[in-house]
């Protein structure tokens, strides 16, 4: 008997073995590089995350000493806020005072924010005046709407300038409460908008860093430095040099601070003073006891449309150069 002692794989086995090698790699292969797609995929969703987080500037202070954001661009991602916004089906009331000669502001104001201002959104314009009838025909877009209403001039431009406290007070007790209005910000009217101004502007109290003390130290703010006045605010304290050409948030914070300048306005009249800057100065006085939530950089109301400088990127909104002398009723 003759036994089989060939114990060499036969060349089927060796053929099979192969094919299993070819097969394993091939596997191996496939694996290595389904496993590389997916590693990619999260990594851009997580770099992506992280690029929105990324968002900030190191040139300038982004958020106050209080965590509240403060509003420059490279800050925020405007297609993603508006999504958000969206959702909410908003309507923001803005008002704008035109008496006098200040009607002339009213075309460029009106036709620029009828393209840079929370474009997409619901805004409703409240026009006070002494003259209708000089109310610039600007057509206006989808969901935008104009109520014109109609006010006595004065005779000095402070009294004008620092009577839309008290009509604004009166303005949301009496009309917006009663309205569907979520936010609303009181503008000045000598102004244009040039680029966007939408919803990363929005917080329940609004202040705009004026565009004159946005780099320069405390003590060259002009704050109301006599305590005879209501605006007071001692030496050395303070936070920001706040505008009160643009301010804004919600109907119920808005309402508060009006009301709260109204009367301290109306204290200094009684005692015969006149705060340094007007209502400014008051607003300033409000805004350091009463912390805005967020603030707007300088983009939100500069100088004047010729004048830069490094930290501001894009100006969305500015006052427009104007003699004072020949459009106020006074000195
Ligand atoms: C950049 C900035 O911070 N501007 C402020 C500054 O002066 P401005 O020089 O910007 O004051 P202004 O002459 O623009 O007056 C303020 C606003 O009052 C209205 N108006 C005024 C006069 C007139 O005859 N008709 C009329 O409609 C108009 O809406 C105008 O925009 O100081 C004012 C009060 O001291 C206000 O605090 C302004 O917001
Ligand atoms: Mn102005």
Request: charged residues 20%.
């Amino acid at each position: 008997m003759q036994l089989n002692t060939d114990t060499r794989p036969s060349l089927y086995t060796i053929m099979r073995l192969r094919h299993s090698v070819h097969f394993f790699l091939l596997g191996m292969v496939v694996g290595l590089s389904l496993s590389w797609l997916i590693y990619l995929g999260l990594a851009s969703i997580w770099f992506g995350n992280h690029l929105t987080g990324n968002l900030g500037r190191t040139d300038v202070a982004s958020v106050t000493p209080w965590l509240a954001p403060i509003v420059w661009e490279g800050t925020f991602d405007a297609t993603l806020i508006d999504s958000i916004y969206k959702q909410q089906n908003i309507t923001i009331a803005t008002t704008v005072f035109a008496l006098g000669k200040y009607t002339r502001f009213l075309k460029d104001f009106l036709e620029s924010a009828e393209e840079h201002y929370f474009i997409g959104f619901r805004v409703h314009y409240y026009l006070f005046t002494d003259q209708p009838e000089a109310i610039p025909n600007v057509k206006l877009g989808q969901e935008r709407y104009l109520t014109v209403k109609k006010i006595p001039s004065l005779n000095r431009w402070q009294d004008i300038s620092m009577g839309r406290m008290d009509i604004l007070e009166k303005l949301i007790e009496n009309e917006l409460a009663k309205e569907k209005v979520d936010y609303i910000f009181c503008l000045d009217v000598d102004t244009k908008f040039y680029g966007r101004w939408g919803v990363e502007s929005l917080g329940h109290l609004v202040g705009v860093i004026h565009p004159w003390f946005f780099d320069v130290p405390r003590f060259i703010f002009t704050y109301e430095h006599r305590p005879e006045s209501q605006a007071y605010i001692p030496a050395g304290v303070g936070d920001y040099y706040y505008t009160a050409a643009a301010f804004g948030g919600s109907l119920k914070d808005v309402h508060h601070l009006t009301k709260t300048c109204r009367e301290q306005l109306n204290i200094d009249a009684a005692n015969s003073i006149e705060a340094v800057w007007h209502e400014e100065s008051h607003l300033n006085k409000y805004f350091l006891y009463n912390k805005p939530s967020k603030l707007l950089s300088p983009e939100y109301l500069w100088r004047d449309i010729s004048m830069s400088v490094g930290q501001v990127k894009i100006i969305r909104f500015s006052h427009v150069a104007k003699n004072n002398a020949e459009v106020r009723p006074n000195l």
